[in-house]
């Protein structure tokens, strides 16, 4: 029998990554100041969101590069491109909104990863 972690495909890995990303920017500034009591004072480390976003773009890159080939349709590349600059000019841009862009940015890629899987699941397989 298959473990859960090794059954999962890399779109469902970018769709719990998107949305681990999305909450973590969401919930972030309300309970900074708890974290460290809570002893989780390093999610409000710059290095985490980075690592967190890397995670995002290697595993969209890898689910949406493998699929593409089978489906040939580009709006799930389209939809991530959207969250990925949702998420920058968040950062870079928009910094006053950046509370609002970075989150809906990641719920954005978890969005393209799942539409993507519907692609993946809705496409004729010749035998491989």
């Given at each position: 029998?298959?473990?859960?972690l090794k059954s ?12 681990g ?5 969401a919930?972030?500034?309300?309970i900074i100041?708890t ?17 967190m976003?890397?995670?995002?773009i ?8 493998t699929?593409y080939p089978?489906?040939?349709k ?6 991530l ?6 998420i920058?000019l968040g950062h870079?841009v928009?910094e006053?909104i950046?509370?609002i862009?970075?989150?809906i940015?990641g719920?954005?890629i ?6 993507n899987?519907?692609f993946?699941?809705?496409?004729i397989?010749?035998n491989s």
């Amino acid at each position: 029998m298959k473990s859960i972690l090794k059954s999962l495909k890399p779109d469902q890995w970018g769709i719990i990554a998107s949305v681990g990303c999305a909450i973590h920017c969401a919930a972030l500034p309300l309970i900074i100041t708890t974290l460290p009591l809570l002893g989780l004072g390093f999610l409000g480390n710059i290095w985490v969101e980075i690592i967190m976003i890397l995670i995002s773009i290697l595993v969209g890159i890898y689910a949406l590069s493998t699929s593409y080939p089978k489906h040939k349709k580009a709006l799930p590349i389209l939809i991530l491109l959207l969250g990925f600059l949702l998420i920058a000019l968040g950062h870079v841009v928009f910094e006053e909104i950046e509370a609002i862009l970075v989150p809906i940015g990641g719920l954005t890629i978890a969005a393209a990863h799942l539409i993507n899987w519907r692609f993946s699941k809705s496409c004729i397989h010749e035998n491989s």
